[in-house]
């Protein structure tokens, strides 16, 4: 299947610094990257939706502000957590979507970074 | 958008078949099912999907029902590293991926 990577795999920041996550498909390209957080003992919630060259769309309740989403490129979508605050402490994970017929394209995810805001 | 339900957990033997099943009721025709697991602390890896046949690859069966109600996913012999959480999910009209609580299942030896 293909390869989904994300760095870092773990990161521990100050309240109020700004952490950023990439994810790299890293054997196709993705016109499709989604981002993921999950809380312990909780499923996966999407955060948003990004496509490559345009605004991420965000799911309700998503402050667009505070996780900044760049597309740049067909294999690189980044996260940013702006002004981290202890309740941002998460399990935040990526997939990517190689095509852009949304019924059958599979998605891959990565393997997850843990973000410890202390 | 389909919703899916799945038992919340089960428990299998090692060596065993175990099925996993999945109501999605209102699925409608051109909505493919998809499964996924999670190990712990990792993230979702795909499993398998399908349409309307039954599809089969090196990690699984699925079987889908005449009516595509519902589905069921067959790991034909389960091994202790197949314990995770399953998520059966039906994307929604924008191809994304809501991910319920999915079916914990332990491989005892």
């Known amino acids: 299947g293909a390869v989904v990577s994300q760095h870092p795999s773990r990161v521990i920041c100050k309240s109020g610094t700004s952490v950023k996550i990439e994810c790299r498909s890293l054997?196709?390209?993705?016109?499709?990257m989604f981002w993921y957080r999950q809380f312990p003992k909780q499923s996966l919630m999407l955060m948003a939706t990004s496509n490559e060259g345009s605004k991420a769309t965000y799911e309700q309740g998503v402050e667009k502000d505070k996780f900044l989403i760049n597309h740049a490129s067909l294999t690189l979508s980044t996260l940013t957590v702006t002004s981290a605050h202890p309740e941002d402490s998460s399990f935040y994970i990526c997939?990517?979507?190689?095509?852009?017929?949304?019924?059958?394209?599979?998605?891959?995810f990565g393997p997850g970074t843990r973000l410890l805001v202390l | 958008d389909a919703k899916t339900t799945q038992p919340p957990s089960m428990d299998c033997a090692e060596g065993r078949a175990a099925n996993l099943p999945c109501n999605h009721s209102t699925i409608s025709g051109n909505e493919y099912v998809y499964w996924y697991r999670q190990i712990h602390s990792q993230g979702p890896q795909y499993i398998i999907h399908g349409l309307k046949n039954n599809e089969t690859n090196e990690m699984a069966s699925l079987i889908i029902t005449e009516d595509r109600k519902s589905s069921t996913l067959i790991l034909p012999h389960a091994t202790l590293r197949d314990t995770a959480v399953y998520y059966c999910i039906v994307p929604d009209s924008w191809g994304k991926l809501q991910f319920g609580a999915g079916t914990q299942v332990v491989v005892t030896p």
């Open positions: 054997d196709f390209q993705a016109t499709t």
């Open positions: 997939s990517a979507r190689i095509g852009p017929t949304v019924y059958q394209e599979t998605q891959y």
